[in-house]
């Protein structure tokens, strides 16, 4: 029987009695109660019977076989056993691999022996002990598996959200995820739901900025009959819904400073009032909020309310933009390709050229995820199975024309009269956007001379224009402008 420590009580498994002792030591000297374990048997065994509050593991514990990798064995077992409690993987030679895959199997940290930072490494074994008493505490419910590849993407950022995701799924804290649009916002919202203990319970989505003001907050906190002009009988809001689970209150930055106001209440006391009711009404709900915009700047902009984004800015998750993980664009473009293959092309296993793939590995996406998924399917669909570069040219041309540059200015009409033509349609609102329409129609022009005046020469045009050289490619394939793709010019005019 351990005793019980007030500070902490550790496991550390390794079968290096030299490694062991250096951890044990420091852990003593900071007040922590340490047992040693040299095999991974003796070891779960141990970590099993007792309340440690943290195990630290090895990686490979049966001599030098690089093969057997026990520590992920341990990590996953005592995921199964013992949910609540942080198994901090220790390796000698890190792999991104080991430490993703022990990160999924539910580590809580991994670290990289010889490189140890004392300092960091005391803080993470208090915050673990913390965080394991505090999960130990809560009702014991079992976590599902979350689907092992609803979020994709292996890369360093991408890991060190998956552990925020992980750290902070257990409370109940409101939670805001930042992240330009199309970087998997909603993914990490439901991925903070299905991994809390409230993972049972309702977990309702509510777009705030789908909404008109007045509309949103009966659908928020629900309304009595006769409340207003339409309200004929009571309406049960998303709040009451979401009792005892999570909302996600997506583009939270579109909000009215009203209802912001009443957010704040519930955030603080948990009560509000349905529209047009008396009674105060109490829920448990657990809140995350998703905004692409800078809520530092609507603040400035008195559209967002102060209080409100300290609130909530207490535990953030940011999604990071993919072109800051274009190592992970091809585990993107495999996933895509096998999610629609079957459907789009009939085929479950398309396959992607390799001069196909490192186009799309450069470009700077920036409509992020969800404009390579969209990419990546009108390749799907004119390749049938097997992606070519020009597949992959043509798409990339379609989706950006689509979406804003259409219509162009027509060939010699000046500038002036262009914006004027474009505003007098916007008034007559048979057309959005005007901004983007101008400027991708000047963008465009200015790709379109240089390139014309450099004979296709791309370095010598990029040049010109002051910009790099991939720039200057991805430029000419979004304009349709790229001397490999001659249809797409057609649908630009
Ligand atoms: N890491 C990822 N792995 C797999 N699919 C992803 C990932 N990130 C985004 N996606 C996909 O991209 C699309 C957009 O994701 P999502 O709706 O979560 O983005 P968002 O950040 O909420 O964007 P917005 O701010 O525009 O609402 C979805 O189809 C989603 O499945
Ligand atoms: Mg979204």
Redesign the pocket.
């Known amino acids: 029987m351990v005793i019980m420590n007030e500070q902490g009580n550790i496991l550390i498994i390794d079968d290096k009695k030299s490694d062991a002792e250096e951890f044990e030591r420091v852990l003593r000297v900071e007040g922590y109660e340490v047992e040693t374990a040299a095999t991974a048997e003796a070891g779960l065994a141990r970590a099993k019977q007792e309340n440690f509050d943290v195990v630290l593991t090895g990686l490979h514990l049966s001599g030098s076989d690089e093969q057997r990798k026990e520590g992920l064995h341990i990590v996953s077992a005592l995921q199964a056993a013992k949910p609540s409690l942080a198994v901090i993987l220790m390796t000698a030679k890190p792999t991104t691999q080991t430490t993703i895959e022990a990160m999924k199997l539910g580590a809580y940290d991994s670290i990289i022996k010889g490189r140890v930072d004392w300092n960091a490494f005391t803080t993470l074994i208090h915050q673990a002990v913390e965080d394991t008493r505090f999960q130990r505490e809560r009702p014991k419910v079992p976590v599902p598996l979350a689907e092992p590849d609803a979020?994709?993407?292996t890369s360093a950022v991408m890991h060190a959200m998956y552990k925020q995701i992980g750290r902070l799924a257990a409370k109940s804290v409101a939670v805001l995820i930042r992240?330009e649009?199309?970087?998997?916002?909603?993914?990490v919202a439901t991925a903070l739901h299905r991994h809390s203990a409230r993972h049972d319970k309702p977990f309702i989505i509510v777009n705030c900025a789908a909404i008109s003001e007045q509309l949103l907050e009966s659908e928020l906190f629900g309304h009595e009959a006769g409340a207003f002009t339409d309200a004929k009988a009571r309406l049960i809001g998303r709040f009451e819904q979401a009792d005892q689970g999570s909302i996600f209150l997506?583009e939270i930055g579109d909000m009215s400073i009203n209802l912001q106001s009443k957010l704040l209440r519930v955030l603080q006391q948990k009560t509000f009032q349905r529209v047009g009711g008396k009674e105060t009404i109490t829920v448990n709900v657990r809140v995350i909020a998703?905004t692409?915009r800078d809520l530092k700047l609507a603040i400035l902009e008195k559209e967002f309310r102060e209080d409100l984004y300290y609130r909530l800015n207490v535990a953030v998750i940011v999604?990071p933009p993919l072109r800051e993980r274009r190592e992970d664009i091809p585990i993107?473009v495999e996933?895509f390709m096998h999610r629609y293959g079957k459907e789009l092309v009939g085929n479950p296993e398309p396959q992607i050229h390799a001069d196909a793939l490192d186009c799309l590995q450069e470009m700077s996406w920036p409509g992020n995820?969800?404009e390579l998924?969209n990419v990546v399917r009108r390749a799907l669909v004119s390749s049938h199975g097997i992606i070519s570069l020009s597949d992959v040219q043509e798409a990339i041309a379609q989706d950006a024309v689509a979406k804003t540059v259409a219509p162009l200015p027509a060939g010699d009409q000046p500038l002036t009269a262009y914006v004027a033509d474009l505003l007098a349609k916007v008034m007559r609102s048979e057309l959005d956007g005007a901004h983007a329409r101008v400027a991708a129609a000047a963008e465009r022009e200015v790709y379109s001379q240089a390139i014309q005046l450099a004979a296709g020469d791309q370095s010598k045009a990029a040049k010109w224009l002051g910009v790099s050289r991939p720039t200057m490619r991805e430029k000419l394939l979004r304009y349709g402008l790229h001397p490999r793709i001659e249809s797409a010019t057609k649908i630009a005019a």
């Open positions: 979020i994709i993407g992240g649009t199309g970087t998997g916002k909603e993914l997506d998703a692409h999604s993107l996933y995820v969800r998924e």
